[in-house]
């Protein structure tokens, strides 16, 4: 199983099983997770913690996968696929929480950011590199990952691709809090997770709706606004710009 699941009382844990691909997402793990949230919260889940198997959070889409798209139709279905996975966590309805240990890069950074809550260990490190692949970042994520950091760090991670250690990304607003080892971390994701519980679901999700709305997480802005469109966004899924820069990465 890619993915992993199990529920202890009102808790939830989804783990990416990938391991021997640092849990790189593939295209059927981005389109299970809206109905494996889905599922979790059916089932009496109020806070679902996400994270990895094998000492990685998650290091993205799978870059072979990707470097497979070869038409608008297919590109269109991938960068939907990674949308709305990311999107059901951001609008889960229940506390949702990172628990980072290891690489948490690309597509993972994005999964954390949209996370309510974010912990992770010491040896935990952070990259959004879709500058060094060509990719075109959708504006929601963007929009997000601003929410947190403000728009200084945004552009110095998006624009150099730049890799930052666990204690740049609290000093930066990535993470609230970071751990000597993966014991501890699952300790302190456990403790949170049953405080919240704990708490009523009521005005957790209430203070979770203003939050989006304040932010721009839950609407179209105006025109004028706008960054790139979902079929720029699709269509850096297979420019010969990305090709070049994959097959420079899968040679290395």
């Not at 994270?51 to 939907?80: H, K, P, T, W, Y």
């Not at 709706?209 to 979902?230: C, F, K, M, V, W």
Request: proline share 4%.
């Amino acid at each position: 199983m890619q993915i992993l699941i199990s529920i202890d009382g009102p808790i939830a844990r989804i783990s990416f099983n990938r391991p021997e691909l640092r849990n790189a997402l593939s295209r059927d793990m981005w389109k299970a997770l809206g109905p494996t949230i889905a599922a979790v919260i059916d089932r009496g889940a109020r806070v679902i913690i996400f994270s990895g198997e094998g000492g990685s959070f998650a290091a993205g889409a799978d870059i072979n996968e990707l470097g497979a798209v070869n038409d608008m139709a297919d590109a269109e279905d991938f960068a939907q696929a990674i949308a709305d996975g990311i999107e059901a966590i951001a609008q889960a309805r229940a506390t949702t929480i990172a628990m980072i240990d290891g690489p948490c890069m690309g597509g993972g950074c994005l999964i954390a950011a949209a996370c309510d809550l974010r912990y992770a260990t010491q040896a935990s490190i952070f990259a959004v590199p879709v500058a060094r692949l060509g990719i075109v970042l959708d504006q929601t994520n963007i929009l997000r990952l601003t929410s947190l950091l403000g728009p200084t760090w945004v552009k110095e991670l998006l624009y150099t691709g730049a890799t930052i250690d666990s204690i740049t990304a609290q000093h930066i607003g990535l993470i609230i809090d970071y751990f000597d080892t993966p014991e501890e971390l699952f300790d302190h994701a456990i403790e949170r997770a049953e405080t919240i519980a704990a708490n009523s679901i009521e005005s957790i999700l209430g203070a979770k709706a203003t939050i989006n709305s304040l932010y721009n997480l839950d609407r179209e802005l105006p025109a004028a606004q706008r960054g790139p469109t979902a079929k720029e966004v699709a269509a850096s899924y297979f420019s010969a710009d990305l090709k070049a820069r994959l097959a420079k990465i899968l040679q290395s």
